[in-house]
Structure formats: C-alpha cells, structure tokens
C-alpha cells in the first residue's frame, strides 16, 4: 500500500496530482504550522505580463501557534479578482471552457472559511 500526505497549497501544480494517483491512500497533512509567503495561501499564475502572484487574504497573527487548517480566510474582493485573472490569462487555452468553471465553483466555495 502507498500512503502519500502533502500539506494543502492554493492552485497545486500538477505534480501533486500525479502524486495522488500514484498513492492508494492520499490525506492533507492540514495539521501543520502556518507559514507566511509559502503556498499554503498564494501561487502564481502566468500572464501575457508574465507571472503573477494571487495571494489569499487571511488573517495571520499568532501564525506560529496555529494550525494551517486554522487559520481564517480574510472575506473580501479577493474572489472575484483570482477568477478575473485566471480567466483574461487562461480563457483563450484549449480546455479553458471545460475546467474553468469547476474551478470557479471550487474557489468560491473553499473561500468562505479556513485555509
């Protein structure tokens, strides 16, 4: 049996998804430490500008005694500007229709709570 754990990150990359496959049990190791600038709340996406960073709001003090599960996402315009962008940078790739509004769904419902 493979057993596989990875701490949860906004946007994962592929590879995370190739590990999943590969594991017959996968869990989020969501009980980890907060840590400011990683992925645990940001990525970035490409752009015809180049790469752009999309940062989740959450409100991180006392970040070193929480858990990332337990840290709160700050309820703002922070939505509606990551779909925005990920649309004008996405919306003319060849499976844009199919998966982006599963996204959409995604993000806006993982939004209203923790990390």
Same mark, same amino acid.
């Given at each position: 049996?493979? =057993? ?6 906004? =946007?994962?990359?592929?590879? +995370? ?7 017959? =049990?996968?869990? #989020?190791?969501?009980?980890? *430490?907060? *840590?400011?600038?990683? #992925? ?13 960073? +999309? ?32 649309? =004008?940078?996405?919306?003319?790739t ?20 923790t990390l």
């Amino acid at each position: 049996m493979i =057993l596989t754990a990875h701490q949860p990150v906004y =946007l994962p990359w592929l590879g +995370l998804f190739h590990k999943i496959a590969l594991a017959d =049990l996968f869990c #989020y190791f969501d009980i980890v *430490q907060y *840590q400011k600038r990683d #992925y645990n709340n940001r990525n970035q996406i490409k752009t015809i500008n180049g790469k752009l960073w +999309l940062s989740v709001p959450v409100e991180s003090k006392e970040h070193f005694s929480k858990n990332v599960s337990k840290i709160p996402i700050i309820q703002n315009s922070w939505v509606k500007k990551h779909l925005k962008s990920i649309e =004008l940078a996405y919306k003319k790739t060849p499976y844009f229709k199919h998966y982006f509004y599963e996204l959409e769904s995604t993000i806006q419902e993982s939004s209203k709570d923790t990390l």
